[in-house]
């Protein structure tokens, strides 16, 4: 099943995306691999005396709902067209002759490229300069909506719903984001027992991704692949403040 943009199914989101555009205020990621991790936090200690008349020692375990989630992407940059909005719309505030937007004399007319009619700037980057601009991002905090990329969508087929009933007639798959929570309303399903703070499990491909912020972002130049830049990127998933 093709994706929105029939080339990707890994995209990073700013938190300027406002309204889960796969598009707009996005970096769309060319991966090669995805990595995930969910790694239990159990603690447990041995029982004293526990198997002094039995003959067998015993450890107990208190479950108590903690783990880390982390997704590792691999794959490789390239030029390509990236789409943004910001809440600028003059066109002195993308006038790069000036010192500040305030003594600009630029109008629209002279923006190249010019905003299109939804107010977004639609350009092409080199894959250096998107490679710069993930750095960038990454080093940026909540404060900056526009570097702030806290959340991955990972674009996978799926047959089933979020109530255990096939999508489609013909039990062909759609596209969702992937997900660690679980098919149910809340204290149903898989969700018995998991009473108030549930997340829905995707139904559609607009649906929230995957929360929480790039933990790392690493990225090779090299002479022998001209064309193209390899990266790995490391996301945890988290609730960010």
Same mark, same amino acid.
């Given at each position: 099943?093709?994706?929105?943009? *029939?080339?990707?199914?890994?995209?990073?989101?700013?938190? @300027? &995306?406002?309204?889960?555009?796969? %598009?707009?205020?996005?970096?769309?990621?060319?991966?090669?691999?995805?990595? +995930?991790?969910?790694?239990?936090?159990?603690? @447990?200690?041995?029982?004293?005396? /526990? *198997?002094? $008349? /039995?003959?067998?020692?015993?450890?107990?375990? +208190?479950?108590?709902?903690?783990?880390?989630?982390? %997704? /590792?992407?691999?794959?490789? %940059?390239?030029?390509?067209?990236?789409?943004?909005? $910001?809440?600028?719309?003059?066109?002195?505030?993308?006038?790069?002759?000036?010192?500040?937007? &305030?003594?600009?004399?630029?109008?629209?007319?002279?923006?190249?490229?010019?905003?299109? @009619? !939804?107010?977004?700037?639609?350009?092409?980057?080199?894959?250096?300069?998107?490679?710069?601009?993930?750095? /960038? &991002?990454?080093?940026?905090?909540?404060?900056?909506?526009?570097?702030?990329?806290?959340?991955?969508?990972?674009?996978?087929?799926?047959?089933?719903?979020?109530?255990?009933?096939?999508?489609?007639?013909?039990?062909?798959?759609?596209?969702?984001?992937? @997900?660690?929570?679980?098919?149910? +309303?809340?204290?149903?399903? !898989?969700?018995?027992?998991? =009473?108030? *703070?549930?997340?829905? +499990?995707?139904?559609? =491909?607009?649906?929230?991704? %995957?929360?929480?912020?790039?933990?790392? $972002?690493?990225?090779?130049?090299?002479?022998?692949?001209?064309?193209?830049?390899?990266?790995?990127?490391? $996301?945890?998933?988290? =609730?960010?403040?």
């Amino acid at each position: 099943m093709t994706s929105p943009d *029939g080339t990707h199914y890994v995209f990073l989101r700013l938190g @300027s &995306n406002k309204g889960n555009s796969l %598009i707009v205020n996005t970096v769309p990621l060319k991966a090669e691999t995805v990595s +995930f991790s969910t790694s239990k936090t159990i603690p @447990s200690f041995d029982v004293p005396f /526990s *198997g002094m $008349f /039995s003959g067998e020692s015993r450890t107990l375990a +208190f479950n108590m709902g903690m783990a880390s989630k982390t %997704i /590792s992407v691999t794959g490789i %940059i390239t030029d390509m067209t990236i789409t943004r909005k $910001f809440e600028q719309t003059a066109a002195k505030y993308y006038d790069s002759s000036a010192s500040s937007p &305030n003594n600009s004399t630029d109008v629209a007319g002279d923006m190249f490229p010019t905003l299109n @009619s !939804d107010d977004e700037i639609v350009i092409d980057m080199t894959k250096e300069e998107i490679a710069q601009l993930i750095h /960038s &991002n990454t080093d940026g905090t909540a404060l900056q909506d526009m570097q702030n990329m806290n959340e991955l969508v990972i674009l996978i087929n799926s047959k089933v719903d979020s109530r255990y009933q096939y999508r489609n007639a013909d039990k062909s798959s759609d596209l969702i984001p992937w @997900s660690f929570s679980s098919r149910g +309303f809340a204290n149903s399903l !898989d969700n018995d027992g998991a =009473i108030v *703070g549930v997340t829905e +499990f995707p139904d559609s =491909i607009t649906d929230d991704g %995957i929360k929480g912020f790039v933990r790392s $972002f690493s990225c090779d130049i090299e002479a022998e692949m001209p064309n193209v830049i390899s990266f790995t990127l490391e $996301f945890e998933v988290a =609730i960010t403040v």
